[in-house]
């Protein structure tokens, strides 16, 4: 697809897009090999140009030919357009439990240790299991930031992030692997042009059709896949020996999947909440509060999570404290979304929206603001309170004060 839509013959092009750059200046990439902007239709005379200077510490030249360059190509509307009034962000600290700190520090030892294996590991020819190893301790960390002790109550341990992966059951992590690794960002095929884009993903394609993820992170889209059964050929990663591969599924419902399932069966029934949900109730009862992200909009809550389990223990402590809610996910039917929304709307018992943001809590902080802004920019006649909630001296409060050094592109915008 991505190659024809490249190869089209056209006298001008236009590229419409809410994020040119989500993580990285190669973002731009594949929008300007489209456009078929020279020099910079081909990636090496960007990274020559642009991309390096970025990389070699030097952002404000980066930025200033970046800026140079957008204004030549692009127009946009910016934020001070439309008349809104103020949204106000603010971020406050959660502290953990006692039981679970422990539980953490714990998780946080492995993560330390899956890190300096990764370090020893890194002369030795198999860098990317180690690295997978790392993101998958991060992820836990997160997890157990997110539902505390539940991450303890699992069905099958042996498919837990914090354990070791090995070339043995890639198959059996290959989707959760895949999954944080389009979290950090787009993902070329390594067979064709195809770029896949969490951030940009319909959220109503049904994605039936499988694609392909090696053990040395390369991905191989749907339609290679396909194209290779159907010429009856092998597919390959490009390294010898060939590296293990499994095949991923690119669909909502598959990328909301948080990296471990657990059991709420229990959960509901005990008194036990995660801090951060205890929070979440307690400031929907009083003030604006948020177990990831929410909006406070004339006594109206919208709840952000980037996995569905979060929004599952969320709505088992609504439910227990007879707060109404609708829910909207990958999980939600086509048919049965605007029932959804209309009832959020126009139900005046209905006062909170769960609802997931699958496009990357890890390191994607332009996404996190996007969803923000579009709820702020549906209509609002009172001012818009966000609020994030990130538990101290944890993974999250270092991930949270990185976020303005990730956002300086964002501040650098050419006002075309």
């Known amino acids: 697809m991505a190659r024809a839509v490249c190869a089209l013959d056209s006298v001008s092009r236009w590229a419409v897009t809410g994020t040119p750059i989500q993580n990285h200046l190669n973002d731009l990439a594949a929008l300007l090999r489209f456009l078929s902007v020279y020099p910079y239709n081909e990636k090496r005379g960007f990274d020559a140009d642009i991309s390096h200077l970025w990389k070699a510490g030097n952002a404000d030249e980066a930025v200033k030919r970046l800026k140079r360059l957008a204004g030549c190509i692009l127009l946009r509307r910016p934020k001070g357009t439309v008349e809104l009034l103020p949204r106000h962000d603010q971020a406050c600290y959660v502290e953990f439990s006692h039981a679970e700190r422990e539980l953490y520090d714990q998780v946080r030892t492995k993560t330390i240790a899956r890190v300096d294996e990764a370090l020893v590991q890194s002369n030795n020819g198999d860098r990317t299991v180690s690295f997978v190893n790392v993101l998958q301790q991060i992820e836990a960390m997160r997890m157990v930031c997110n539902v505390g002790l539940l991450y303890s109550s699992r069905h099958d341990a042996s498919n837990l992030p914090g354990k070791k992966l090995s070339p043995a059951n890639w198959f059996q992590n290959a989707q959760s692997s895949f999954n944080i690794r389009s979290e950090m960002g787009s993902i070329q095929c390594h067979n064709c042009p195809f770029i896949f884009d969490a951030t940009c993903h319909p959220l109503d394609e049904p994605q039936t059709d499988k694609a392909i993820f090696a053990r040395c992170l390369r991905f191989i889209c749907s339609g290679c896949v396909k194209g290779a059964s159907r010429q009856i050929t092998i597919i390959r990663c490009g390294h010898s020996p060939q590296c293990p591969m499994a095949p991923v599924s690119t669909s909502v419902v598959s990328l909301e999947a948080p990296p471990v399932q657990i059991s709420l069966g229990n959960a509901a029934r005990s008194a036990y909440r995660p801090t951060k949900v205890m929070a979440l109730i307690e400031d929907l009862q009083r003030l604006p509060g948020s177990s990831k992200w929410y909006v406070y909009i004339?006594?109206?809550?919208?709840?952000?999570?980037?996995?569905?389990?979060?929004?599952?223990?969320?709505?088992?402590?609504?439910?227990?404290?007879?707060?109404p809610r609708s829910r909207f996910d990958g999980k939600?039917?086509?048919?049965?979304?605007?029932?959804?929304?209309?009832?959020?709307?126009?139900?005046?018992?209905?006062?909170?929206?769960?609802?997931?943001v699958s496009c990357g809590a890890v390191g994607n902080p332009t996404i996190e603001d996007q969803a923000l802004a579009r709820v702020h920019r549906i209509g609002q006649k009172q001012e818009v309170t966000t609020v994030r909630f990130y538990v101290r001296e944890s993974f999250e409060e270092v991930d949270f004060l990185d976020i303005s050094d990730t956002s300086i592109l964002s501040h650098n915008r050419p006002n075309t």
Request: hydrophobic share 45%; charged share 25%; glycine share 2%.
């Open 298 to 323: 004339l006594g109206e809550y919208v709840v952000f999570s980037t996995w569905r389990m979060t929004l599952d223990v969320v709505e088992t402590a609504l439910d227990q404290a007879d707060i």
């Open 332 to 356: 939600v039917p086509q048919k049965e979304r605007h029932v959804v929304i209309d009832r959020f709307r126009h139900d005046p018992s209905i006062r909170v929206l769960l609802l997931t």
